[in-house]
């Protein structure tokens, strides 16, 4: 994936925009609500009547990333970006999916040093594809606080459906050992 400045900063711009709207607002759900429902009167009618999806007790591992814009001492900073290639696990071990994905800092709080990023995927899996998108604190992930991502069933089985991809980083164990998280995806015709 090509990431140019104006690319970069684009992103940037919307997740900072989407950022102030969501703490403006109060409720960064409400929107999420409002895009389920759309979703769902603007799917076909056949995918209308999917089985919802609930898979728990995964692992995603990632395989792969690329860091970029650090600050000179290797540090994150706002414009930090990360692209990563990873694998999902049921809880047997066995290996159900893949996920890229890149992240974009928006936003470090000056008063706790919590890390907002912006964060999408594209998410396969048996059955088909899902999107995920949204704003996550990266560190109260680490304190054990689950991430949600508003996600999207784009083919497959999964089109049509939408709701949620939890992450909760935990202690990586999976090879190469460079992030681990425990992971949740639900989805239904809302």
């Known amino acids: 994936m090509q990431v140019n400045r104006f690319t ?4 940037l711009a919307g997740a900072v925009a989407v950022t102030a709207s969501a703490v ?18 603007t799917a076909p009618a056949a995918s209308r009547h999917h089985t919802p999806v609930d898979l728990t007790g995964l692992s995603a591992a990632v395989d792969r990333q690329t860091v970029k814009n650090l600050t000179p001492d290797g540090k994150p900073q706002v414009g930090t970006d990360t692209v ?13 999916g893949s996920q890229h994905g890149e992240t974009l800092i928006v936003f470090i709080s000056p008063v706790n040093g919590d890390i907002y990023v912006h964060q999408r995927d594209v998410v396969q899996i048996a059955g088909g594809t899902l999107t995920d998108d949204g704003l996550v604190n990266v560190l109260a992930g680490f304190r054990g606080t689950p991430q949600y991502l508003y996600a ?32 949740e995806i639900h989805l239904s015709v809302v």
């Open 152 to 183: 999207r069933g784009v083919s497959g089985a999964l089109a049509g459906l939408s709701g949620v991809y939890q992450e909760i980083p935990e202690h990586a164990v999976l090879p190469p050992k460079i992030w681990q998280a425990a992971a």
């Open 24 to 41: 403006l607002a109060g409720v960064a759900s409400s929107g999420v609500a409002d895009a389920s429902a759309a979703a769902a009167k």
């Open 8 to 11: 970069r900063y684009t992103r």
């Open 84 to 96: 990563y290639d990873m694998t999902i696990y049921a809880a047997d071990g066995t290996a159900i």
